[in-house]
Nanobody
Framework: QVQLVESGGGLVQPGGSLRLSCAAS???????????MGWYRQAPGKQRELVARITPGGFTNYADSVKGRFTISRDTTKNMVYLQMDSLKPEDTAVYYC??????????WGQGTQVTVSS
């Protein structure tokens, strides 16, 4: 079992930055070696969408809408995953969720953290 807890959301002006954190814990040893870690978001009235993810091998991929502005990273010593968000836009407003996925073996979600980009 994996528990994920997000933090770092809040209100920011357009053009600003935020860093989201996801703390992973549980009974799975070396979670980053077995799970793809990802950040997803869901805006009101829209489906949840992938923002960024990082594989056990360290490969990353991003949604086209955030390329060049967001960066996903991880700290394996602390079991933390981060999402650095720069040049934020109002359309980035959403609830952001951390995800740990190992295919059919396991798929875990955090409770989400609200990000609001507004002047």
């Amino acid at each position: 079992q994996v528990q994920l807890v997000e933090s770092g959301g809040g209100l920011v002006q357009p053009g600003g930055s935020l860093r989201l954190s996801c703390a992973a814990s549980g009974s799975i040893f070396a979670i980053f070696s077995t799970h793809v870690m990802g950040w997803y978001r869901q805006a009101p009235g829209k489906q949840r969408e992938l923002v960024a993810r990082i594989t056990p091998g360290g490969f990353t991929n991003y949604a086209d809408s955030v390329k060049g502005r967001f960066t996903i990273s991880r700290d394996t010593t602390k079991n933390m995953v981060y999402l650095q968000m720069d040049s934020l836009k109002p359309e980035d407003t959403a609830v952001y969720y951390c995800n740990a996925n190992q295919g059919r073996v396991g798929d875990y979600w955090g409770q989400g953290t609200q990000v609001t980009v507004s002047s």
